[in-house]
């Protein structure tokens, strides 16, 4: 497939061959010079920090592992199916694995911290966060992580637009409608996001206003796709 892109008002097109990717790849390790705090470093291990190519890289990298890990375990796997969940995004993982399977040969190599193969080695974590959240397998709770610090919020007296100044609260209270479960807690955990903004000096009256609309669009949304899916079906 040819790309294109515009330069000034130029289109221009360039063809990359096959034969050339492993090339680029040797390339970009090879340009792996970033600057910290006034001096130049060259990076002698791993995917260059700031390239735009490593992202891609990296995923390709622990994806295949992945992939060859389900393809010699098919039969097992997906005769278990509704006893394990297993997710990665970009560097985070999340595992909930039914006791009855955990001991399994299959799951043992998946939590093996050397699965990705060496130099790469996983990282236990003694919390149950993943992606802003409070996962509780237990009783089936995921709760958004709430922020306690002001730090963590934008100064309500700092320069910029409104939007810019409240993008922050939109962010947290898609995150909160969309993935908190069981959805009675949602509303408690935006009320409880909106003290804690307004303790800081934000105006109680807009946070109500833009986190009520976030809701029902959010709710509008979901019932949508409830009803795609029920016509293919």
């Known amino acids: 497939q040819k790309a294109f892109r515009v330069f000034r008002g130029r289109s221009t097109c360039r063809q990359i061959k096959l034969q050339h990717l492993i090339e680029f790849v040797r390339i970009a390790f090879d340009a792996s010079f970033f600057t910290c705090l006034g001096h130049v470093f060259k990076q002698n291990r791993g995917a260059t920090i700031g390239n735009q190519l490593s992202p ?20 097992f796997l997906s005769s278990q199916r509704h006893l394990f ?6 560097d985070n993982r999340l595992s909930l694995i ?7 040969t299959p799951f043992q190599q ?18 149950n966060h993943f992606l802003g959240f409070n996962i509780c397998p237990f009783s089936r709770q995921a709760r958004y992580i709430l922020p306690t610090q002001q730090w963590q919020l934008r100064n309500p ?6 939007s810019t100044l409240y993008s922050g609260f939109r962010s947290r209270v898609v995150s909160i409608v969309r993935f908190t479960w069981p959805q009675q807690y949602i509303w408690t955990d935006v009320m409880r996001l909106i003290s804690f903004y307004t303790s800081f000096g934000y105006q109680h009256e807009t946070l109500c ?22 016509a293919r079906q």
């Open 56 to 75: 891609a890289l990296c995923a390709m990298t622990v994806a295949a592992e992945e992939q060859l890990w389900w393809e010699s375990w098919e039969l």
């Open 157 to 162: 007296q700092g320069a910029g637009t409104t």
């Open 85 to 90: 969940f297993l997710v990665r995004y970009v």
């Open 98 to 104: 039914h006791s009855s399977i955990h001991s399994a």
């Open 110 to 127: 998946y939590t093996d911290l050397l699965f990705y193969k060496p130099p790469v080695e996983l990282e236990p974590v003694g919390d």
């Open 209 to 230: 206003d833009l986190a009520t609309t976030i809701y029902y669009k959010q709710i509008r949304q979901r019932l949508f796709q409830q009803q795609a899916v029920a």
